[in-house]
C-alpha cells in the first residue's frame, strides 16, 4: 500500500487519520489517558480532525461535479451513508430509555420526531451527529462561495467567526445551553473552510508543511501552558487544531506499512461513522446502568466489571468495551442488512416466477 490513494481511490493518510482520531473519541469517553499533555493537546481535539477532515473530503467528493445539479446526489448519498446508520440506531437507543427512564430525560411525544431529523436530544455524545447533519445541510453554500470568491476570504471569514465565537462562548453557553452551542455552526466552519483549503494542496503536503504544523502546534501548546492561558487560551484552543491535522496527515503519509495496525486504522477510518455511533450507544448503556462521575472506573466495578481496585486499568478496559462494542454492532447491523437483501432478492424471484 503507498502513502497516496488506495485502490479505490480514497486516500490513505485520511483514512488513517480518521481511524487514528475515532480511538481518540474512544479515549476520551474512557479517561485512560487522564490528563496528559498528549490528551490535552492531541487526543481531545479529535472532534476538530474529524471536522477539518469533513471540509477536506466533501471538497474531493465536489471537485468533480456541479452546483446545483449534483446537489440531488450529495443529499441521497448523505442521508444513505450517515442519517441511515443513526436511524436504525435510534430503537436500541428508545429501548435503553424506556429500561432505565435516565434521570434527566423526558421521553415525550415529540422526541422521536425530533430525533428522526437529527436534533440528538438526551442521547449522550450525540451533539456531534447533529453538527455532522448541520454541516452537511451548509457545504453546498460554502462550495458555492469558493467557487465565487475563491477559498483564502472564506477561510479567512470563517476563522474570524469562530474566534468571535470563542470570545462570546460563555454568553453563548449561557443563553443556548452545551448542546446547542457545541453543534453552533460558526464555531466549526473555519476548520471545514480549512480542510477545503487543505483538499487543494493535498499532494503538496510534505516536510516543510509538516516541520510548520509542528512548530505552530507546538507554540500553540506553550501558550496555553503559560501565564496567558487564561487571557489567549480559548482562541489558541480555536487555532490549534489546524497545524495539528496538517502534521498528523504528512506523519500517516510517511508512515510505513505496518502488519495488523495498518490495515486496523484503515479499517477504523473507512468504518469511523459506524465505529462512532456503536460506542455511543454502548456508552449511554453504560452511563444509565453505572451512572457517570468523573472517575468511571468505580462506577464500572460497581456493574461488576473485573477491575480490581486498579482505576486506570479500568478506563483502558473501557476503552476495549467501547471500541469491540462498537466493531460488533458493525458486523451485526451488516449481518441483518445482508440477510434483508437476500430475502429481497428472494421474494423477487418467487415474484418473476409466479
Known amino acids: ?68 445539479q449534483h446537489l440531488t446526489t450529495w443529499c441521497g448519498t448523505r442521508i444513505k451513508r450517515i442519517m441511515a446508520p443513526y436511524w436504525a440506531l435510534l430503537p436500541l437507543w428508545w429501548m435503553l430509555a424506556l429500561w432505565y427512564r435516565p434521570i434527566g430525560v423526558s421521553l415525550s411525544w415529540w422526541l422521536p420526531l425530533v430525533q428522526l431529523g437529527g436534533y440528538t436530544l438526551y442521547i449522550g455524545t450525540g451533539w456531534f451527529v447533529t453538527m455532522i447533519l ?17 477559498v483564502w476570504p472564506l477561510l479567512v471569514a470563517a476563522v474570524v467567526g469562530e474566534l468571535v465565537v470563542a470570545h462570546w462562548r460563555l454568553e453563548l453557553l449561557g443563553r443556548f445551553g452545551q448542546m446547542n452551542y457545541l453543534v453552533f455552526p460558526p464555531r466549526i466552519l473555519g476548520h471545514v473552510a480549512f480542510g477545503m483549503l487543505l483538499a487543494t494542496r493535498l499532494d503538496k503536503l510534505g516536510t516543510v508543511e509538516y516541520l510548520a504544523g509542528v512548530a505552530l502546534w507546538t507554540l500553540c501548546v506553550a501558550v496555553q501552558s503559560s501565564p496567558l492561558s487564561p487571557q489567549l487560551g480559548p482562541y489558541i484552543d480555536t487555532l490549534i487544531d489546524l497545524p495539528l491535522v496538517v502534521a498528523l496527515l504528512v506523519a500517516f503519509r510517511a508512515m510505513p506499512t505496518i502488519p495488523l495496525v495498518t490495515p486496523a486504522l484503515l479499517w477504523l477510518g473507512v468504518n469511523s461513522w459506524g465505529v462512532y455511533l456503536g460506542q455511543m450507544l454502548i456508552h449511554n448503556a453504560v452511563v444509565y446502568q453505572c451512572g457517570f462521575l468523573p472517575d468511571l472506573a468505580p462506577n ?6 473485573p477491575l480490581g481496585d486498579d482505576a486506570s486499568l479500568g478506563r483502558w478496559i473501557y476503552t476495549l468495551v467501547l471500541l469491540f462494542g462498537a466493531i460488533g454492532i458493525i458486523w451485526l447491523a451488516r449481518g441483518f442488512v445482508l440477510a434483508a437483501l437476500q430475502i429481497r432478492a428472494k421474494g423477487e424471484l418467487i415474484m418473476k416466477a409466479s
Open 134 to 150: 448541520l454541516l452537511v445541510a451548509l457545504f453546498p453554500l460554502l462550495e458555492l462561495g469558493v467557487r465565487r470568491v475563491g
Open 300 to 305: 464500572l466495578a460497581a456493574c461488576n466489571f
Open 1 to 68: 500500500m503507498t502513502a497516496g490513494k488506495t485502490q479505490t481511490h480514497r486516500w490513505a493518510m485520511i483514512d488513517l487519520l480518521k481511524g487514528f482520531a475515532i480511538l481518540c473519541v474512544l479515549l476520551i469517553h474512557s479517561k485512560a489517558l487522564g490528563d496528559s499533555v498528549g490528551f490535552l493537546y492531541v487526543v481531545n481535539h479529535a472532534v476538530a480532525i474529524f471536522v477539518v477532515l469533513f471540509g477536506l473530503n466533501s471538497t474531493l467528493w465536489w471537485r468533480d461535479r456541479l452546483l446545483p
